[in-house]
């Protein structure tokens, strides 16, 4: 059951929202993603978006507040068909730390699609540099590795910058390493290995919401 603490801040958020005010964000962390997309995926870098579009994505807040309440230690996951729907996972120390997440995630997301379902859900994301393994209720909703895509010096993921992301202005080029896969109730897909996949593990955004 949540707090009472928690209650009162999920109804400040709301309400805030509600009345169309913007409240401060600021989040960093681990970001890492992946879509049915080529290299490289034009959503995150322009805004265009493929009709064939759609993937999944995790984070893990280090430190982070939206709204004045803290993020840190939040880990959050979707999967997005854009334009169409989309689906948050929050994996939160407590019940305060969880609503603030989601009432961030409803707002960061709300230009995405239809927001159809915020669920817990335990998140795991593990490696660095690029090479992930991301696992939602242990694969049972989602899983996928990736792999970073090396630049010219053969040491650093090629990178694209001044993008329009709400969590990051800065992606790092990486690619599927094996099948993704996603399912929860009936939302269901599958993607082959050399899909487009990007990262940044020094993730930082902030504005207003």
């Not at 593990?126 to 970073?148: C, L, N, R």
Request: net charge neutral; charged share 20%.
């Amino acid at each position: 059951m949540r707090t009472t603490r928690a209650c009162i801040a999920s109804f400040s958020l709301a309400v805030a929202a509600f009345a169309g005010d913007k409240a401060p964000y600021h989040v960093a962390g681990v970001y890492t993603e992946t879509c049915a997309c080529g290299v490289p995926c034009k959503c995150e870098l322009t805004g265009e978006i493929p009709p064939t579009c759609q993937g999944v994505g995790a984070f893990r807040f280090t430190s982070g507040d939206y709204a004045g309440r803290d993020l840190a230690g939040v880990s959050l996951a979707y999967a997005v068909k854009p334009g169409e729907w989309v689906r948050v996972y929050i994996d939160a120390p407590d019940p305060a730390h969880r609503a603030t997440a989601e009432q961030f995630a409803r707002v960061a997301y709300r230009d995405w699609g239809k927001m159809e379902a915020v669920k817990d859900a335990r998140i795991e994301i593990k490696g660095d540099h690029g090479a992930y393994t991301v696992a939602v209720d242990g694969g049972k909703i989602m899983s996928y590795v990736t792999a970073p895509i090396l630049g010219g010096d053969g040491k650093t993921a090629l990178t694209h910058g001044n993008t329009h992301s709400v969590f990051t202005d800065t992606f790092l080029q990486a690619q599927s390493a094996g099948k993704t896969v996603y399912h929860d109730d009936q939302r269901a897909f599958e993607l082959d290995p050399g899909r487009n996949a990007y990262f940044n593990e020094k993730m930082s955004g902030h504005g207003s919401l």
